[in-house]
């Protein structure tokens, strides 16, 4: 079970949250409507992880966002998941930026709807991993062309689901091939890209990201 | 063709001219003239004499303010007046005062050379203008009318014969005719004077032109205003209940079965409401970047290069955020342009570069693709070149057919 606090103004949306995360049996300790709240709850229930939304009040630009980097600076190694209603590099970038992009996420909203994926996702966060959404993803690799020109099409659709932050068995699930067909893609990207091929899963994902956000 | 003023329906054939309303006007204008002169006059000395009595008791100062201000009626009655023979219309060159009220008003016009100008006309007038009118009416008018009617006053005198009476009045009207050019003449001069001195200056005319593109731009900005309010509805309103019936069909997903036909029914729906939520954030992209409100150019910049299909170089270096209005317009111009790289010109990269120097935002798009943009034929690059104007800078263009196409902008950011 983990303990969470939510941050979003629209209280048809924060209630809808609330009802999702207790439906898979975590417990939410706060819900809040703005970042000054959030800060406050934060520094009250050191939650297991952070859920909160990109535009608040009172400004309604990226308070959350900068809460959230905050809140990261402040507390090392606070999980948190942000939503936004847009696809947005630069707020997924500086996000990944802060507390070494572990336990760090950034998701579209409507990805909520797709609930089990959404669950994964924050819980996946919550342990110290990463979430990025795909929307992002494809544009953080549309930022840097040159060096993935020379990647085939099958390996950035690889690359992009490593950056989602799937293991090597759900992104073969995801492709429909086998996990030795996967691992074989992985070290020729991370061959391509000049990246030394690493052990640990999350590293990879990190490098990746890392090497995307450059 | 008919004749626009006084001095080109002198120059028109002698039975066109006399047959014609000019000698009419003429003698009309020059009447007018008498009359307001004497009128000028009389009021004038009156209020002289007024300021010079009431002087110590400090009202005669107002008696004296008004002697200052008359310029400003007999302008505006020698403008109006001035139509009789100039058709042209004189455009009225004081500025509205800032504010209401009469304090303000007298404030305003004290000002403006207008109405020192304006004053000095009318002195001009008095002290030589209406006398020549008089005389010109006198004289030239007066000696063939006075010849006409010298017939009637003699009627009594039975002493001369009838013919030589009648031949007065022939020779009063044989006149008449010689008499209509140098009316006329004096007419189309005094009216050509009037015209300089009372016509606005040039500056003056140029504060009535700023005022009008200010206008415009205010209407741009209102426009923008709109485009943001309508951004904050549909992400507050339609956005986040597409994500609440999101949740819900979500939520409703996880009740049923796998494999069963509600389960099917459910994913449907689910991807129907996703890509209603994916079209409607393109939309509001379109509408208003919210990136460019949080982050300001460089940031939106960067967002519609990573966009764009064309591998887009950005080089944009900004001291300090810009006026709103001028930070929508640029990024408008960049989002167009890059448009038309993207689907016309072939390029296999673009470059957007924006600098501020001193007070100007210079925008520069550059491609590398085959050029030959036009901004007559491009309705999008007219608009643009619309859209900057309103925003008080032009824009640029370079395409020679072959390529390279350049857009520039220059946009002003002061105030």
Redesign the interface.
């Known amino acids: 079970m983990l303990r969470i606090v939510v941050a979003e103004d629209?209280v048809?949306?924060r209630e809808?949250?609330v009802?999702?995360v207790e439906?898979f049996g975590h417990q939410v300790v706060a819900a809040v409507g703005d970042a000054a709240a959030l800060t406050t709850a934060v520094a009250h229930e050191r939650p297991d992880v952070v859920l909160t939304d990109v535009?608040m009040p009172p400004a309604?630009?990226?308070e959350g966002l900068r809460a959230a980097v905050a809140l990261r600076a402040a507390y090392p190694g606070m999980p948190v998941l942000v939503l936004s209603?847009?696809?947005?590099?630069?707020y997924a970038a500086e996000l990944l930026d802060s507390g070494g992009g572990r336990g760090v996420g950034y998701l579209l909203?409507?990805r909520?709807?797709?609930?089990?994926e959404?669950m994964d996702a924050l819980v996946r966060v919550a342990n110290g991993g990463a979430a990025v959404d795909p929307e992002v993803v494809a544009?953080l690799l549309?930022?840097r062309?040159?060096p993935l020109t020379r990647l085939t099409p099958r390996e950035r659709e690889v690359l992009g689901l490593i950056a989602e932050g799937r293991s090597n068995a759900a992104i073969a699930r995801a492709l429909v091939v086998s996990e030795a067909a996967v691992a074989k893609h992985i070290a020729s990207i991370l061959l391509k890209l000049d990246l030394p091929p690493a052990a640990d899963d999350h590293r990879r994902v990190l490098a990746v990201l890392a090497y995307l956000r450059g | 063709m008919t004749p626009r003023t006084a001095f080109q329906a002198v120059s028109e054939s002698p039975l066109g001219f006399l047959a014609s309303s000019w000698p009419w006007r003429s003698v009309a204008y020059l009447i007018s003239g008498v009359l307001l002169g004497a009128l000028t006059a009389g009021v004038l000395i009156g209020l002289l004499l007024a300021g010079a009595l009431l002087a110590v008791a400090l009202v005669g100062l107002v008696a004296f303010l008004a002697v200052a201000l008359s310029g400003v009626a007999v302008g505006r009655f020698e403008r109006w007046r001035l139509r009789l023979i100039d058709p042209d219309p004189l455009p009225d060159p004081h500025r509205r005062p800032e504010r209401a009220g009469r304090v303000a008003w007298v404030r305003t016009r004290l000002r403006e050379p207008a109405t020192w100008r304006e004053l000095g006309y009318t002195v001009v007038s008095l002290g030589a203008l209406w006398w020549i009118d008089a005389l010109m009416l006198g004289l030239v008018l007066g000696i063939p009318i006075s010849l006409m009617v010298t017939p009637l006053f003699e009627l009594q005198d039975q002493s001369n014969a009838f013919f030589p009476k009648i031949l007065y009045t022939v020779a009063g009207l044989a006149l008449l005719p010689f008499a209509a050019y140098p009316v006329t003449v004096w007419a189309a001069a005094r009216g050509a004077l009037a015209r300089a001195i009372l016509a606005p200056r040039d500056a003056e005319l140029g504060a009535q032109l700023v005022e009008v593109s200010r206008s415009r731009a205010r209407l741009v900005d209102a426009f923008d205003v709109e485009r943001r309010r309508i951004e904050r509805d549909l992400h507050d309103g339609a956005q986040q209940r597409l994500v609440a019936l999101s949740m819900a069909i979500g939520l409703a997903r996880l009740e049923v079965a796998d494999g069963s036909t509600a389960a099917k029914h459910l994913t449907a729906a689910q991807d129907e409401a996703e890509r209603a939520h994916a079209e409607l954030r393109e939309l509001i992209r379109g509408v208003h970047p919210q990136v460019l409100t949080d982050r300001g150019l460089p940031a939106s910049v960067t967002d519609l290069a990573d966009r764009s299909p064309v591998p887009v170089r950005v080089d944009v270096e900004l001291p300090r955020r810009l006026p709103a209005p001028v930070e929508v317009t640029a990024h408008f111009v960049v989002s167009e342009a890059l448009t038309n790289v993207a689907r016309h010109s072939g390029a296999s990269g673009a470059t957007v570069h924006a600098r501020l120097h001193v007070d100007t935002l210079v925008l520069e798009v550059r491609d590398d693709g085959a050029g030959g943009a036009d901004l007559a034929g491009g309705t999008g690059l007219a608009g643009l070149a619309d859209r900057v104007a309103a925003a008080g800078g032009r824009l640029l263009l370079s395409s020679p057919p072959g390529g390279p196409t350049l857009v520039r902008a220059e946009l002003p950011c002061s105030g």
Do not use: M, N, S, W
Request: hydrophobic content about 30%; proline content about 3%; cysteine-free.
């Open positions: 629209a048809l949306l809808g949250l009802g999702i439906r535009r309604f630009t990226d209603q847009y696809v947005q590099p630069t909203k409507h909520v709807g797709r609930v089990e959404f544009q549309g930022r062309r040159d």
